[in-house]
T-cell receptor, first 111, second 113 residues
């Protein structure tokens, strides 16, 4: 499978714990995006990488959130001190031109 | 006013019907218009994309963009039960941060056999 891969697919965590998600984009795509999707809503932009440089962060990305893309390959999204409001589907997309291809997402539940 | 407005439905149609899905938008900088299909608990799957105004056809699917009205549509002909999903419109500007996709809320479609 040469599509966008996200791990884990599901994560249940207790409030206050830290969680980290991983995204492996399509290998020749240099742009990588993270989105968050809650029930009944479309995906909302969180942050964007061009190669290893994080070029933009949404105001949705509080200081508890951090994302990295070392060496311009895979990316990680970490949420520190999780809150119940962080429960959502976290989607990663990699982009060729203007076509964005999404992974299957990581569904986070904070209990 | 949100940048992209999309009626969330739900929309229920009989098998074989023609389905019309629509979005309106407010940002005149949008140049790229996309439709994604999302099955329950899955990531969005790119169905069609259009640059600027015009029509594009792919099998049973037709995408239309009217930039003068800031209105886009997706038509599905001969709808099938397998088309039952949430359809998301998305749009972006050109390059850099303008390349971020702005999504509608999605319209949930159910095609009944």
């Amino acid at each position: 499978d040469t599509g966008v891969s996200q791990n884990p697919r599901h994560k249940i965590t207790k409030r206050g714990q830290n969680v980290t998600f991983r995204c492996d984009p399509i290998s020749e795509h240099n742009r990588l995006y993270w989105y968050r999707q809650t029930l009944g809503q479309g995906p909302e932009f969180l942050t964007y990488f061009q190669n290893e440089a994080q070029l933009e962060k949404s105001r949705l990305l509080s200081d508890r959130f951090s994302a990295e893309r070392p060496k311009g390959s895979f990316s990680t999204l970490e949420i520190q001190r999780t809150e119940q409001g962080d429960s959502a589907m976290y989607l990663c997309a990699s982009k060729r031109g203007f076509e964005a291809f999404f992974g299957q997402g990581t569904r986070l539940t904070v209990v | 006013q949100k940048e992209v407005e999309q009626d969330p439905g739900p929309l229920s149609v009989p098998e074989g019907a023609i389905v019309s899905l629509n979005c309106t938008y407010s940002n005149s900088a949008f140049q790229y218009f996309m439709w994604y299909r999302q099955y329950s608990r899955k990531g969005p799957e790119l169905l069609m994309y259009t640059y600027s105004s015009g029509n594009k056809e792919d099998g049973r699917f037709t995408a239309q963009v009217d930039k003068s009205s800031k209105y886009i549509s997706l038509f599905i002909r001969d709808s099938q039960p397998s088309d039952s999903a949430t359809y998301l419109c998305a749009m972006s500007g050109t390059g850099g941060s303008q390349g971020n996709l702005i999504f509608g809320k999605g319209t949930k479609l159910s095609v009944k056999p």
